[in-house]
């Protein structure tokens, strides 16, 4: 049955600016901060082979199905699930999954946006000059004193998201266009730059090595499934935004007559492009410079620095790398801002602006508690098998990216595969009953939600 709904909140100008937006959400801190420190931590190169078994038999099918049901849908992601399900003679408590997907939000946004500050903070110190000539003991002694420092933390974390809260209640779509068609591709090319730094290091092959080679003799003392399976599934969810409704409420915005198979696969290669080429760009100066690949979250804020610190025109580089990653990760923060938003838009009937204002200010209070996790209030704790030093920040990670996104993945997977019509989902897609839609629904209803119960449980030791 084709739908023919329109969403209140317009439509994206054309099928790129969906691409550009979606790819602006997905490509963000994820990419850049996140993956290299998790690929440190869990096991270099085993983490990236699973990591791309991730992103390709769950992350892309289940992006597919979240597109899918946020176009049919045409609104915010609790009324969407809302809709569809009555219209598919389910539980209206389907709409659930879009509150899950909305308090996800909340949590991600209130720490990403404590990290898109340490960005900001960086561009100034890179633009002073003060990693000239800088070595690892330097770089990271500068790094911890940021990071103990909650004043500035809180300074940075209040600005960031006021620019975020400020997009959102113009609309994300008036800004967006312009931000990710220009800023995007110059962080993709300043990135190559690095991966040229990176390859004139001593320890080009051994970073290279680190990241494509898995290497067995590091697994031995760790568990496969809590240290390397779960946060690289986790990872996979996190950085194509799926599993919260950021990527459904944007195709909400999708015309129907744009593939969104074509988009996602689109969108999932660029994403992990990047995150491939900031590994190549880190690992080697990782090597060269003595650092531990296993130094958790700073990782990036000590390594890529040294690299400034020491290559021709770096303080120029250096500025606007992180000048370039703070708008990577602003074209992401408002997508996680932008679900509570529209829900308050439309179900309790609040202006854009005031909306975009009373969300963004409850994110930025569940931020202070991240801007205390490196300092005043920073603890150590363990789950499934692994040990955590960064308290709440820790916590609030882990419970998002490793939780709540997989399990809103797999309900998506469920919905869209086992309780939607077939002719639905045949319709949306778009892709006829053809071999290609017959592969996505095996792999959608028997592959990504068993892969995802298969992992979680046996990292939290249910199976063992
Ligand atoms: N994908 C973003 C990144 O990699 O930085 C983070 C993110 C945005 C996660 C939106 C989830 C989301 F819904």
Redesign the pocket.
């Known amino acids: 049955m084709t739908s023919t709904r329109t969403s209140i909140h317009g439509q994206w100008s054309s099928r790129w600016v969906f691409i550009l937006a979606a790819t602006g959400?997905?490509?963000?801190?994820?990419?850049i901060w996140?993956f290299p420190y998790l690929t440190g931590e869990n096991g270099g190169g085993a983490f990236v082979l699973v990591y791309l078994f991730c992103v390709v038999m769950m992350g892309i099918p289940i992006m597919m199905a979240e597109i899918l049901l946020g176009r049919r849908g045409r609104k915010n992601p609790i009324n969407t699930m809302h809709t569809l399900a009555i219209e598919e003679g389910l539980s209206p408590n389907w709409r659930l999954l879009g509150w899950l997907g909305v308090i996800a939000?909340f949590i991600?946004l209130s720490y990403?946006s404590v990290i898109a500050g340490w960005t900001i903070a960086f561009i100034f110190k890179t633009g002073m000059g003060d990693f000239v000539g800088s070595n690892a003991d330097q770089t990271t002694a500068i790094f911890s004193e940021l990071i103990s420092n909650p004043k500035i933390l809180l300074f940075w974390h209040t600005f960031f998201m006021f620019l975020t809260i400020y997009i959102v209640s113009r609309g994300v779509k008036s800004g967006l266009e312009q931000a990710v068609k220009f800023l995007m591709p110059a962080l993709f090319i300043l990135l190559l730059v690095m991966v040229g730094y990176a390859m004139s290091t001593e320890r080009f092959l051994d970073g290279l090595k680190y990241l494509f080679v898995p290497d067995f003799g590091v697994l031995a003392n760790k568990n496969l499934f809590s240290d390397v399976f779960l946060p690289a599934l986790g990872q996979a969810f996190?950085?194509?935004?799926i599993g919260?409704g950021?990527?459904m409420i944007y195709g909400s915005y999708l015309s129907k007559d744009s593939s969104i198979t074509f988009n996602s696969f689109v969108i999932a290669l660029a994403d992990t492009g990047v995150a491939i080429l900031a590994g190549i760009a880190i690992f080697p100066i990782v090597f060269t410079y003595g650092l531990e690949p296993s130094g958790g979250p700073g990782l990036i804020f000590v390594s890529l620095p040294i690299a400034f610190g020491q290559m021709p025109l770096g303080t120029f580089f250096g500025c606007l790398f992180f000048i370039l990653l703070m708008f990577a990760?602003w074209t992401?923060s408002i997508?996680?801002l932008e679900p509570a938003v529209t829900w308050m838009v439309e179900n309790r009937k609040m202006t854009r602006y005031r909306a975009a204002y009373i969300a963004g200010f409850i994110a930025w209070l569940l931020g202070l508690l991240t801007v205390l996790s490196f300092n005043h209030w920073a603890f150590k704790f363990s789950f499934a098998g692994k040990t955590y030093e960064n308290g709440l920040f820790d916590i609030f990670d882990v419970l998002t990216a490793n939780i709540m996104?997989p399990l809103g993945g797999v309900l998506i997977a469920i919905f869209t595969s086992w309780l939607m019509s077939r002719s639905s989902t045949i319709d949306e897609l778009g892709l006829s009953d053809s071999i290609a839609y017959k592969i996505w629904r095996f792999i959608i209803r028997y592959v990504a939600p068993l892969g995802v119960v298969v992992i979680f449980f046996n990292a939290i030791g249910l199976f063992s």
């Open positions: 959400s997905a490509v963000g801190l994820g990419n996140r939000g991600i990403y996190f950085s194509l935004s919260m950021a990527i990760a992401s997508s996680l996104l």
